[in-house]
Structures are given as structure tokens and as C-alpha cells.
């Protein structure tokens, strides 16, 4: 068919059926919403995994005269113990895990304390002796800290293990628990927002049914009766969708990019990059449940 | 042109079939009147040949196809070789004349060359040229049957069903309308059509193909409405 006039029986049936397209695209817009900030939460996730686990490390605290007997059963670290838990670092079995290690002394320890800590420091109260010697481990590939913890808990002359990744499990799971959330909302609305544009290609097929009646008696083919149905459908879900991206660009832009990344530089923040990269595909979900269910209602209902 | 063989219809839900057993031919460059009651069978024919329905039985060859076995995907081509009116002409009132003509060669892609040629054209041949701008309201009846038959003619059809035509018109547009559709005949199109109108098939003298309860009673040759003529054969109720 001709495009101007296919553009022609489209602009009709959006004029005709004008509340139910608007509506069409705020219930689109509003599901689409949810599902970019799912997506967005989910790259905020990432981008925080890859820029603090790659700096997290594992500590592997080795006994001092100080720790309690229960852990330390034989006092400080003995040279052998040592010499094992080193063993241990350069075995074969951890070495594919492990990118780096460095020993840190007690005395370097304490060292660490008094520059980190400027005045107010617990340096002032402890001595070099009652902190730990720690050996400080980059991991190759921070997902399986797991394993390397593991190989040290019980070695005899370590004191306690710590991935440091474990500080961050509240924020990751709070990030979770959001896209979650916001998943399960998109879920819903994205459903009712199928069944709207289902019920309003009807309603819009129904107040044309004279044309679409005379199309089918002169021979339209049933794909060009159900276009300009199709079209009406996913120019109301792509109207929705642009609504959501734009949304979702303000709020980056007005609220992480220009006020809290300034504030909170450390938590690397989503940016209007990221939400370009996410409208892809939040657009073709909407077209693809736009023609899908003007598709599903046309067909039913159009066919010759 | 067209010929049923042994062609039964029955609707879900109604007891007697629409059509029994019905055998017919109609040759190229026919004008066939279907008469009979209503519940003979005629319109159910007619939706038969517009491929609106399928027989249960029998075969259906209309324009070169077993419309028995014409897979759904070629129903709409097999659409665009035969034209259709109605009583109600089914005319869109937001469209003007030209624009309802138009309409039906743009949904099947015709280029707008071939649309700028053939509207005038067939406007031309049913007397409205100068109504093209008119919308349907502002027509008479009889001129909104003409552009319905005009809008059935512009594709060229070989085949053009009428259903009740001239049922929403008074005599003297209803023998306008006949006058149009001998002069379509003349040019080589086949025409059936379904009618009530005893007037117009007695004074038309064409062949006459008259229903009851689903079969064909009667096939005459340039016949009147209810008569038998000479030389037509009668063909016997079936009492069953």
C-alpha cells in the first residue's frame, strides 16, 4: 500500500480513538519506566561490583600474642606456619585465583593506622604488637574469593580471613531488592499495558469496521487491514516508550550526574551514557508487545 | 464462469441446510437473476461465491478456483478478480465519491497513476463525474448505488455479484440502476443478482434462477419472475 495513505488510515484512527491511544501511552510509559530503572539499577550494580571488587582484596590476619585462645590456640604465628600460609598462596591450586599478594608487617600496620587516621586514631591507644600481620590478597577474578577464603580459614597461624567484598552485600542487596521491585511493578504494568492496547485496537478496529468490511470485500490482503491497526498500537507504545527514557535522562542528569556523582564521587553513578544503552531495548520490548497484542486482536477479529 | 456441483451449505445452530445439492452453471457474459423468498438460499449462494463461507460439500468453481479448497491466504486475490454491491451500498460517509472509489483500489496497492485514470473513468461510466466531491449524504439513493457499483467496477472485475441492489430504491432509480448494470453486461461482465424485485425481472426477460428452501425449482432462459414460458423447463419441487 501506499505509505501517505497508510499514514492517512493511522492519523484517522489515533484522531478517532485519541483517549484510548493517550492512554495507551501513559500505561506504556509508566511500565517502561519501571523497566529501565530495573535495568538501570542492575548497570548501577555493575559498575559499583566492577569498580570496588577489583579494588577489594582478601586479608588474611595471622595470629598475634593478643588474640584470644579459641582462634589462636598456639599464640603468634610461628616461621613454619608462615612459611605454609605462603606455601599455600603460591599453591597451584590458588594461583589461577590469585593476581597479587603482599605481606603487610605489624609495625607497617600500625603504620597504616597513624596515616589513615590523622589525629583521632586508635594508633594512639594500641602498639605495633597488638595488631595483626596481614597478608593482603588481589584476586584474578573476585567472584570466587569464596574459594580462597576457604583455603586459609583453618590454616594453623591465621587468625580470621576477610573479603572485603562483604562490606558491600547491604548496598548490593538493597540494589537487588530494588530491581526486584521494580521488576515485579514493570511485570504488572507491562500486563495491563498489553491488555489496553488489545482492548483498544478493538475498540479502534469496531469504529472502523465499515472500512475494514469494504477492505475485505474488495480483496485487501488480511496484513494490510491489520497495518494501520499495528502502527496505531506501537506509534502509542514507542510514544510511551521516549516518555520513559526522557524521564529516566532527567532524572540522571538532574539528580546523580549533577548533584549526588559531585557529592558521592566514590559510587560511580549511572549516567545518561547508561540510559542511552538501556532505550534500545526498552523501546523494542514496547514495540514488540505493541504489535503483538494489536497483532493478536486484529487477527482475531479482521480476519477475511 | 461459475459452477456449482452438489453444492450443500448448513449454518451451525439451524436445522435445514441453506443450500442441498444445488447444481448450477452460469456462463461468461451472463445476467443471472437469483429470486425466491427470503430463506431460499440466494443470499447464501452469493456468499458462497464471494468466498464469505465455504460449502460442506460439493465444489465451487468460481473464476477458475475450487473456492472449496482456495486456501485462506488467497481468498483476498481471489477477491479482487469479482465486484460486489449490496442494498445498503455501504459507502464510507467521511469520504467523498471519489474518495470511496479510491479507497478500494488503494487498500489492494494500486498505484496512484492507475487510481488518477480509473476513478474518472468509472465515475465517467455511471453518470457522476460531476458528483466526485459529493459526499455520500448528499446523494440520492440512486446515485449512492452508483457509486457502489462503480466502486465494484473500477478494479475491472470479470464477475459482478449484486445482492438486492435495487432493494433500497424507489421504481424509478431501481430502473436507472438496472439500465447501468445491462450496460455493464453489454460490456462483457458476468453478472448475478439476488433479487425480490418482481418488476424489474419481468421487464429485464433474463435468465432466471429461482430458490426455494435451499434448492434451485426453476432455471429458465429469459424468463419472467414467477411465469413459465415456453421452452424453460420447470424443474420439480422435491417434496422430501
Given at each position: 500500500m501506499n505509505p501517505s495513505f497508510v499514514a492517512r488510515e493511522v492519523w484517522e484512527g489515533i484522531r478517532g480513538n485519541f483517549s484510548m491511544v493517550l492512554s495507551i501511552v501513559l500505561v506504556t510509559f509508566v511500565s517502561l519506566s519501571f523497566v529501565s530503572v530495573a535495568a538501570l539499577l542492575q548497570i548501577q550494580l555493575g559498575n559499583l561490583k566492577g569498580y570496588w571488587y577489583d579494588k577489594a582484596q582478601i586479608a588474611i590476619y595471622l595470629c598475634n600474642d593478643f588474640e584470644s585462645e579459641l582462634i589462636c590456640p598456639s599464640g603468634a604465628i610461628t616461621q613454619t606456619e608462615q612459611i605454609a600460609v605462603t606455601g599455600q598462596l603460591k599453591s597451584s591450586a590458588l594461583v589461577p585465583y590469585i593476581d597479587t599478594y603482599y605481606f603487610e608487617s605489624q609495625d607497617e600496620a600500625y603504620q597504616r593506622l597513624l596515616d589513615d587516621g590523622g589525629e583521632l586514631t586508635a594508633a594512639q591507644y594500641l602498639n605495633?604488637?597488638?595488631?595483626n600481620a596481614t597478608y593482603w590478597v588481589s584476586l584474578s577474578d573476585p567472584e570466587k574469593a569464596e574459594l580462597v577464603v576457604e583455603a586459609f580459614q583453618s590454616q594453623p597461624g591465621v587468625a580470621a580471613v576477610a573479603d572485603q567484598r562483604s562490606y558491600f552485600d547491604p548496598i548490593i542487596g538493597l540494589l537487588n531488592g530494588a530491581t526486584l521491585a521494580a521488576g515485579s511493578i514493570a511485570t504488572v504494568m507491562l500486563f495491563s499495558a498489553a491488555l489496553l492496547t488489545t482492548t483498544t485496537i478493538r475498540l479502534s478496529a469496531f469504529s472502523r469496521r465499515r472500512e475494514i468490511g469494504i477492505m475485505r470485500l474488495v480483496g485487501a490482503s488480511s496484513a494490510s487491514i491489520q497495518l494501520p491497526f499495528i502502527l496505531e498500537g506501537l506509534i502509542a507504545a514507542l510514544l510511551g516508550g521516549g516518555l520513559a527514557i526522557g524521564l529516566n535522562l532527567f532524572i540522571v542528569e538532574n539528580y546523580l550526574t549533577d548533584s549526588l556523582a559531585t557529592e558521592l564521587a566514590f559510587a560511580n553513578f549511572v549516567s545518561a551514557t547508561d540510559v542511552f544503552a538501556v532505550a534500545p531495548y526498552v523501546l523494542g520490548l514496547g514495540a514488540i508487545l505493541a504489535v503483538l497484542a494489536s497483532g493478536i486482536s486484529t487477527f482475531r477479529h479482521l480476519r477475511t | 464462469m461459475i459452477r456449482l456441483e452438489n453444492v450443500t451449505k448448513t449454518y451451525r445452530g439451524a436445522g435445514a441446510s441453506a443450500l442441498s445439492e444445488v447444481e448450477l452453471q452460469i456462463d461468461r457474459g451472463e445476467f443471472v437473476f437469483l429470486v425466491g423468498?427470503?430463506?431460499?438460499g440466494k443470499s447464501s449462494l452469493l456468499r458462497l461465491m464471494l468466498r464469505e463461507e465455504k460449502p460442506d460439500s460439493g465444489d465451487l468453481f468460481v473464476l477458475g478456483e475450487n473456492l472449496r479448497t482456495l486456501p485462506q491466504r488467497r481468498v483476498a486475490s481471489y477477491r479482487r478478480k469479482l465486484g460486489v454491491v449490496f442494498q445498503d451500498f455501504r459507502l464510507l460517509p467521511n469520504k467523498t465519491v471519489y474518495q470511496n472509489i479510491a479507497f478500494a483500489l488503494q487498500v489492494i496497492g494500486k498505484s496512484r497513476a492507475f487510481i488518477e485514470t480509473s476513478v474518472p473513468d468509472v465515475l465517467r461510466l455511471v453518470g457522476l463525474e460531476d458528483k466526485s466531491s459529493s459526499f455520500p449524504a448528499a446523494l440520492s439513493g440512486g446515485e449512492q448505488q452508483r457509486v457502489a457499483i462503480a466502486r465494484s467496477l473500477v478494479n475491472r472485475p470479470e464477475l459482478l455479484l449484486a445482492d438486492e441492489p435495487t432493494g433500497n430504491l424507489d421504481p424509478d432509480n431501481s430502473k436507472e440502476i438496472m439500465g447501468l448494470l445491462s450496460r455493464i453486461n453489454l460490456s462483457g461482465t458476468t453478472i448475478v443478482m439476488a433479487t425480490h424485485d418482481r418488476g424489474i425481472v419481468d421487464q429485464m426477460q433474463r435468465r432466471v434462477v429461482e430458490m426455494k428452501g435451499g434448492r434451485i425449482v426453476r432455471d429458465a432462459e429469459t424468463a419472467s419472475y414467477r411465469e413459465v414460458p415456453s421452452g424453460s423447463v420447470e424443474i420439480p419441487e422435491d417434496q422430501s
Open positions: 605495633p604488637d597488638q595488631l | 423468498s427470503s430463506g431460499s
